[in-house]
C-alpha cells in the first residue's frame, strides 16, 4: 500500500493550495484519513480527519479555513487550505487506516511541503 501526495507548493499569504492523497495496493477498506503537519523544531500534529462516513475533526488553527474532503471509490483524500499564512509552513502528511480484515494498518505518505510567504 501506498499513499502518494501532491499539491504541495509555495505560496502568498492569504493565497490557496489544495493537496491530494491517493492510496494505492491492495486496498479492500480505508477508515480514518487524516492530514498531519510538521514544522521545523515542532512535533507533528493532527490537522484534520475524515472518517468513512465524512466526519471530521480539525485542529483549532486551520478551523474555517481548510476543508478536507475524501472520494471513496478513489482511496484519495484532499485538503484544501484557504486563507494560507506563515504559520502554515510545514510538511504535510497524508495519514490512512488501512483495514485488513479485522486488523487496521497505519500508512504514511513521504510528505509534501508547504511554504507560505508574508
Known amino acids: 500500500v501506498q499513499l502518494v501526495e501532491s499539491g504541495g507548493g509555495l505560496v502568498q499569504a492569504g493565497g490557496s493550495l489544495r493537496l491530494s492523497c491517493a492510496g494505492s495496493g491492495s486496498i479492500f477498506s480505508i477508515n480514518r484519513m487524516g492530514w498531519y503537519r510538521q514544522a521545523p523544531g515542532k512535533q507533528r500534529e493532527m490537522v484534520a480527519r475524515i472518517d468513512r462516513a465524512g466526519s471530521t475533526n480539525y485542529v483549532d488553527s486551520v478551523k474555517g479555513r481548510f476543508t478536507i474532503s475524501r472520494d471513496n471509490a478513489k482511496n484519495t483524500v484532499y485538503l484544501q487550505m484557504n486563507s494560507l499564512n506563515p504559520e502554515d509552513t510545514a510538511v504535510y502528511y497524508c495519514?490512512?487506516?488501512?483495514?485488513?480484515?479485522?486488523?487496521?494498518?497505519?500508512?504514511w505518505g513521504q510528505g509534501t511541503q508547504v511554504t507560505v510567504s508574508s
Open positions: 495519514n490512512a487506516d488501512v483495514l485488513f480484515g479485522r486488523a487496521t494498518i497505519d500508512y
